[in-house]
């Protein structure tokens, strides 16, 4: 277990900041990620108050009493509470007249029995003004630090090692529920924490689906294998996607492979920060369309990673905002043709402010096995 240290103080420094702007004089944050982008703190039970002066409150329950002492850094005061966190939380600002009076909430991340149940349990706080907010914490989540950027290359790490060890073990008859067996264990094998989602494993015409979940289908001579995985080290996960084929491949294996290989090739090198999101999803996009199967890639180019495996900046057709210097983003371009199979290759890749640099090293040329 690890703590923020000062660059959790850095980031309650510029949330608080983001608070001035925003009109509030506080925020609740109740997201875990968010919570632990602040605070440091990695339990499944806490809700953070951030004033827009002064030290943080952290309420977590009795199970963390010891991990709180050693994760939460500077700049957050903790409580541990015997009952409800949320009781806590509001007999706190009853009591605390001269306190917040103007605090925001996450309306992404709140449920609406949560967010009624608070807004009732206030009504007798008549000076409280509950406002929502989205993307508060969240925007500062896109850009990585310097610590944050090595998590992540460890994490990148991990799953190219696993990967490197389950690739041999895999062969005709073998199930998808196998090979994503043996893919878990490497990856716990080679130290990550856990799974940032569920391994995707898929063969033959099922490789065609772009979120399959690996069954019991056993996998036969001239199967393509889409393989979508990642790691998690320190908190901080990876995303790396490879499609391989059982035995020697066809002319069209190699045909729609290339293509995608190129593509990704093509956007890794030319995405850069400062670029719209919509744009950096065109280079992709428009170099498969370029050789006749636009219609077959239907989702987004990719989507920024870190703390969670899916989290801002988004690439996709329809992402206006501009890509961050010090983001981390995935690039995973690919083609799907229904009752034939399909092809997805993904690198993770930072965006410095000179351009970008693609973390992932495994080999992307077609691989038989």
């Known amino acids: 277990m690890t703590t923020v240290g000062t660059a959790g103080a850095d980031r309650l420094a510029r949330l608080q900041g983001a608070l001035a702007g925003a009109d509030l004089e506080a925020l609740l944050v109740t997201a ?22 002064g030290d943080a409150t952290l309420w977590t329950d009795f199970r963390y009493a010891t991990q709180v ?45 949560e967010a009624h149940r608070f807004l009732d349990e206030a009504r007798d706080a008549a000076a409280l003004t509950w406002r929502p907010t989205t993307h508060l914490v969240e925007a500062l989540r896109e850009v990585k630090d310097a610590d944050e950027l090595a ?67 056993p996998i036969a001579a001239g199967d393509f294998l889409l393989i979508d995985f990642g790691a998690v080290h320190a908190g901080y996960c990876s995303d790396l996607t490879r499609t391989v084929v ?64 899916h989290e801002a900046p988004r690439l996709s057709s329809t992402a206006d905002a501009p890509l961050p210097a010090g983001a981390v983003v995935t690039i995973e371009p690919g083609i799907y043709l229904e009752g034939w199979g399909g092809v997805r290759i993904e690198d993770d890749v930072v965006l410095h402010p000179d351009g970008p640099e693609v973390l992932s090293r495994f080999p992307r040329e077609l691989v038989s096995l």
């Not at 409580?79 to 992404?108: K, Y």
């Open 32 to 53: 875990l990620p968010n919570i632990r982008y602040l605070s440091g703190f990695s339990g499944s039970n806490a809700l953070l108050l951030v004033p827009a002066a």
């Open 69 to 113: 002492k050693t994760e939460v850094g500077a700049g957050v005061r903790t409580l541990v509470e015997p009952n409800s966190l949320w009781g806590a939380l509001l007999g706190t600002l009853r009591e605390s007249g001269a306190g917040a009076r103007r605090i925001g909430f996450e309306t992404e991340h709140l449920s609406h029995r």
């Open 151 to 217: 998590r992540i290359r460890t994490a990148v790490a991990i799953a190219e090692a696993a990967l490197e060890r389950t690739l041999p073990t895999i062969g005709v008859g073998q199930t998808e529920l196998e090979v994503a067996g043996r893919l878990e264990f490497e990856l716990r094998r080679a130290g990550s924490e856990g799974f940032p989602f569920e391994c995707i494993v898929a063969a033959g015409e099922r490789s065609a689906l772009p979120h399959a979940r690996p069954t019991a289908r």
């Open 246 to 309: 059982l035995g020697p491949p066809s002319d069209r294996h190699r045909e729609i492979h290339d293509l995608v290989r190129e593509a990704l090739g093509s956007a890794s090198a030319g995405v850069r920060a400062g670029m719209r999101g919509r744009d950096a999803d065109a280079i992709a996009r428009d170099y498969i369309a370029r050789g006749g199967y636009g219609e077959a890639f239907g989702h987004s180019l990719g989507h920024g990673i870190g703390l969670e495996v």
